[in-house]
């Protein structure tokens, strides 16, 4: 007889714990009230190797999980950039360095790099202190969808069902096991089993690029060995990835012949060794000596496939996220960013809906948002890497790669390379009809970092310090200069805040503004003779939520915000920025109608 399999029923269920899956387990947690299970069917987290550049963007993202600083404590900074080309002996040499990050509006303008084993555990750290923990080694080995509209479109049944292995499972009885769930997030790589479970097509080509990739210590005369550097030789092209300790990465362009299966023209990493790619290494670093001080850490072989899933959900119940949907060259080191960025998008969407809070609709701006980001993402790389991987400009190859054609697209791509330069199109959860009242404030991009000091105490406060991943709205009313003149309006639009037609007694569930809104007040006023109680109470939930745009005792940090972003002082303006840290709308309060607008547009209404 065939022993029965142990069923459960969870609100998420994740697949796979790499950088995405880890990114979605974690901040489900951290939302608290959402039951979630992550399994990975490897036995151990990667313990080297993968990826390990974190960009500009990223580290803000993690920032608002409370992940930052340990992200920075452990890493290296890559700040500098360095570019090499042959002379006309063959010989490379150095062209000219370069910030590494371009982005004006950077908070943090380097990357950082680490090796995907210790990103990961500072994930598994963060989930373990929510009680989750990822269950390993399990595979998922069924998986079925009801198509019953009733089943899909209401929100207490569970329309997957997913079978699970265990993979060191000592008897029949406890190796399966039938998982009910509200939502699947497959975060399962580039081989996607759940991709593939519903017939999800990757979308792309292959390119002709082959890469090796080693990790070493290295013993060196090189000069910009600690610098990010890109090097174009006669024999290829090779960058180098400064990590952290005295670890450094090299990319080593590598030919077809050296790695492809003849037979059948696929990767076969045993026709390659990690001595093999240093040697290569070192031919493309003359007249400078490279070789390993130590044992190799890790080693791999890639070719460069740019691919986007045709799909990312299947009826807004299963999600793919990360490698499973989007696939692309290293070298501007994007996977594991977009990875991570993928689920940061779609968990407070998610929460949202399973609180009640949001309607499932919301779901579909996921797709919308970060399979148009993808698509970009494969646009950039598929000129990146030709560049890249081109041969180098010299005296005999007139057609090469110039190292002011290299540069230049190099500076330009800096925006979308760090992750700031991001922007999501108008939907729903993006409302562009008032931008003209924060000029420089792009509603669909994140929200500029600057400082601002707390008008109760003169602390210089980081304004994205105060835009937690927390799956709340914040909304930062900019009340202008609160002089004479303003002060009826303000008291009006708190008495019209206050009122139960308002979005912010609308939406909260009993009434509790806090749980759905946070409110953030940035005044125009001066340090020295400003009494924050002059604020009207509903736009000061806590003593320290009334912000000044002026500088601290020191004159050194913050003010000037309003002329930055281009907002008036002489009249009140919202900026609605969205549990990810995007601006999802700007609008005047003359405009509070069109605030309402945007929240009756997804948000569900609890008023009593």
């Known amino acids: 007889m065939v022993p029965l399999a142990l069923e459960s029923y969870v609100d998420v269920l994740v697949i796979g714990a790499g950088p995405a899956g880890l990114m979605c387990g974690n901040a489900l947690a951290a939302a608290g009230g959402i039951d979630v299970r992550i399994i990975d069917q490897r036995p151990s987290k990667v313990p080297a190797g993968q990826a390990d550049g974190i960009q500009p963007r990223t580290i803000e993202v993690l920032h608002s999980y409370g992940l930052g600083e340990r992200l920075l404590q452990e890493g290296n900074q890559m700040h500098m950039c360095a570019f090499y080309n042959p002379n006309d002996v063959g010989e490379i040499e150095l062209m000219s360095r370069a910030p590494d990050v371009t982005a004006p509006t950077a908070r943090f303008p380097f990357e950082v790099t680490l090796h995907q084993g210790a990103i990961e555990q500072i994930f598994l750290d963060s989930m373990a202190a ?15 969808l009801s198509r019953e509209f009733e089943e899909l479109h209401n929100l207490s049944s569970y329309p997957v069902k997913v079978t699970l292995a265990h993979l060191d499972a000592t008897t029949d009885t406890n190796r399966l096991e039938v998982v009910h769930a509200k939502y699947v997030v497959g975060a399962d790589g580039a081989h996607s089993w759940v991709r593939k479970a519903f017939g999800i097509a990757m979308e792309g080509e292959q390119t002709e690029y082959v890469w090796g990739v080693v990790d ?82 890790w080693w791999t072989i890639y070719i460069i496939g740019q691919r986007v899933a045709s799909s990312y959900s299947v009826e807004d119940r299963v999600f793919i996220a990360g490698d499973a949907c989007h696939t692309h060259s290293p070298k501007a080191g994007q996977g594991m960013n977009a990875s991570m960025n993928d689920t940061h998008n779609l968990v407070w969407k998610i929460v949202q809906v399973l609180r009640g809070s949001a309607n499932p609709s919301i779901l579909k701006t996921y797709e919308a948002e970060r399979r148009k980001y993808a698509q970009d993402l494969i646009d950039f790389d598929k000129q990146f890497a030709a560049l890249f991987s081109g041969k180098p400009r010299t005296s005999d190859n007139q057609d090469g790669v110039s190292h002011e054609e290299f540069l230049k697209a190099f500076q330009t791509f800096g925006g979308f390379t760090s992750g700031i330069g991001v922007h999501y199109s108008p939907s729903a959860i993006v409302n562009t009809k008032h931008q003209k009242c924060a000029e420089n404030l792009i509603i669909g991009e994140r929200m500029l970092p600057q400082v601002f000091v707390r008008a109760a105490d003169t602390r210089p406060m980081e304004i994205q310090d105060l835009l937690p991943a927390d799956i709340r709205f914040k909304i930062l009313v900019f009340l202008g200069s609160m002089k004479e003149s303003q002060l009826l309006e303000v008291n009006t639009l708190a008495d019209e805040l206050s009122s139960p037609t308002s979005f912010l007694q609308q939406y909260p569930m009993g009434g509790q503004v806090s749980l759905t ?92």
């Open 517 to 608: 809104f946070d409110i953030i007040t940035i005044v125009a006023g001066d340090k020295q003779n400003f009494n924050y109680l002059s604020v009207p109470v509903i736009f000061r939930p806590h003593w320290s939520k009334v912000l000044l745009d002026d500088t601290d005792v020191t004159g050194r940090k913050g003010g000037g915000a309003y002329k930055r972003f281009g907002i008036s002082t002489e009249e009140v303006t919202f900026v609605i920025v969205r549990p990810d840290g995007y601006v999802g709308m700007i609008a005047p309060a003359v405009a509070l109608e069109d605030v309402h607008a945007y929240f009756a547009s997804f948000l569900i209404t609890h008023a009593a």
């Open 216 to 297: 070493i210590v290295p013993d060196t005369n090189f000069p910009d060995i600690r610098n990010k550097t890109a090097i174009h030789s006669t024999n290829g092209s090779c960058m180098i990835i400064p990590r952290e300790g005295d670890k450094v990465r090299l990319y080593v362009q590598l030919s077809e012949s050296d790695i492809l299966d003849p037979g059948t023209g696929r990767v076969d990493k045993t026709r390659m060794s990690s001595e093999q790619i240093l040697e290569v290494a070192r031919k493309s670093f003359q007249p400078f000596y490279i070789r390993q001080s130590s044992d190799v850490e």
């Open 130 to 144: 929510h009680n989750l923990r990822v269950d390993r080694p399990v595979k998922p080995v069924a998986i079925e």
